[in-house]
């Protein structure tokens, strides 16, 4: 019996290990476009997305579908500011707060590390109007 309690429990642990693997890691993601991308980069997003609890899958699929992976992108349609870094993170909006919390927008690595602090507080919210672009990664 205690034989068959120590199997059981070892597939208990394998199957939960499958399921978060699965959800961490989805099959789309063999397929993700940033596959090619510069495997530096993909490790910066995916360590930094892990540190703010945030699926790696997901923060790799918003700063595809906001620079295509170029962490110095600065974005000019929006109506006021400018969107700066991988996430696009607008510094009219979110200027004064990023700098309180010792970010500067323009510098790329803050600007990336401001944006996952954003999104593990609000989620998609901030990236609602670009959802049609990295919503079929996820």
């Known amino acids: ?5 120590n199997v059981d429990s070892v597939c208990i642990r394998i199957m ?17 476009p940033w596959k090619d991308t510069n495997p530096f980069v993909i490790s910066y997003i995916t360590n930094l997305a892990i540190e703010y609890q945030v699926n790696p899958h997901t923060a790799l699929a918003l700063v595809w579908c906001e ?5 110095g992108a600065v974005g ?11 996430l696009q993170v607008n510094d009219f909006y979110h200027g004064k707060r990023a700098k309180e919390m010792g970010f500067d927008l ?3 690595e803050d600007s990336l ?3 996952m602090w954003l999104f593990a507080e609000q989620g998609f919210r901030p990236w609602l109007s670009s ?3 990295w919503q079929k990664f996820l």
Do not use: H
């Open 1 to 5: 019996i205690r034989y068959s309690q």
């Open 16 to 32: 939960k290990l499958l399921i978060i693997l699965s959800i961490l890691f989805p099959l789309s993601a063999l397929a993700a």
């Open 67 to 71: 620079s295509r992976m170029k962490m």
């Open 76 to 86: 000019t349609l929006s109506r006021v500011g400018k969107d700066r870094g991988g």
């Open 106 to 108: 323009t510098r790329s």
């Open 113 to 115: 590390e401001y944006g």
């Open 131 to 133: 959802r049609k672009s």
